[in-house]
């Protein structure tokens, strides 16, 4: 099942190439906005699932073309981000220590809107596709073995970085730097997500493509970490890294598609107010693979 939140936060479940609206099926979901609506859905998505499957099955779908959709979780408990945790096509010999970070619930957005460039003299500002989990039950220090019981579903997610700026927090969290969507896909339809083609194109160009088969620390593994530091909520994302060789500058105008396998595709725009420029290789194209090795060309903190 594949739930998005469409025009004013309608909930729908995608039925072909529409959507069914069952506003209705889940309006005893206790939730002051969409935000709580979704993961209180999720955190009781059992005691629902066969009035959404019926709703769905007798229901109208309205043509995906003709409605706007929005985050499917938008404004999430936790958004949890994986950090260095794809083997890189063979290139590292060894996988890096686990490690994560936390982005602002606040710089969620979704299809079709606009990632904006902030006026920060950031050396090149760069998108990571990446396989997002949404949590579905509560997750302290879960087992590996049981871990893929607290997976809800799964996610198309953007990592936004503005890369050189002086600390971590502040190249990770900008507002709109987490692009999520288009919807949630239940677990039941993913049979292998350790085999996932992720695919992201910048206007139209394959720029990153890689599986999840190279991830360094598996999915199960993320979960039983992540939960032995802190507690995860239903309707928490938790984002499992990118291969960066494909990396490359986001600027104003281009149009980014993240398609993951089996999942569907996350289409945003950039918008960069200063019209700052960059060249358009991909850190596999440029030697050492270092964000700074890509400066800035034109615009607002170029150097001369
Ligand atoms: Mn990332």
């Known amino acids: 099942m594949k739930l998005a939140f469409f025009n004013d936060f309608r909930l729908g479940v995608v039925k072909g190439d529409g959507i069914v609206d069952i506003t209705a099926e889940v309006a005893d979901v206790p939730h002051t906005g969409p935000h709580n609506l979704i993961s209180n859905l999720i955190g009781d998505f059992a ?49 890096a220590p686990i490690n994560a970070f936390n982005k602002a619930s606040t710089a969620v957005i979704g299809p079709n809107d606009a990632m904006v460039l902030p006026d920060v003299g950031a050396s090149i500002f760069e998108g990571e596709a990446e396989l997002a989990l949404v949590i579905g039950k509560t997750a302290t220090n879960v087992k590996a073995a049981d871990a893929m019981d607290y997976v809800f579903g799964y996610t198309c997610f953007i990592d936004g970085s503005a890369r050189g700026v002086p600390a971590f927090y502040q190249m990770k969290s ?34 990153q493509n890689f599986n999840t088969d190279d991830m360094a620390h598996k999915i199960a593994r993320c979960i039983e970490w992540v939960s032995s530091v802190h507690t995860l909520l239903p309707g928490d994302i938790l984002a499992t890294g990118t291969n960066h060789r494909g990396l490359h500058a986001f600027q104003d105008g281009d149009r980014i598609e993240l398609t993951v ?19 358009r290789d991909t850190r596999l194209e440029r030697a050492g693979m270092k964000p700074e090795t890509a400066p800035q060309r034109t615009g607002k903190y170029a150097k001369a």
């Open 174 to 207: 900008r507002e709109t730097f987490a692009p999520i969507g288009p919807w949630i896909v239940t677990a039941d339809e993913i049979a292998d997500p350790q085999n996932l083609q992720i695919t992201l194109t910048n206007n139209g160009e394959v720029k």
């Open 47 to 95: 005691r629902y699932r066969g009035r959404i499957e019926a709703a769905v099955a007798r229901g109208t779908a309205t043509p995906l073309s003709a409605v706007t959709l929005r985050p499917p979780l938008p404004r999430p408990g936790n958004i949890i981000c994986m950090a260095v945790n794809y083997m890189e096509d063979g290139t590292k010999t060894e996988a």
């Open 261 to 279: 396998e089996q999942v569907g595709t996350l289409a945003i725009s950039v918008r960069d107010d200063l019209k700052r420029s960059w060249g």
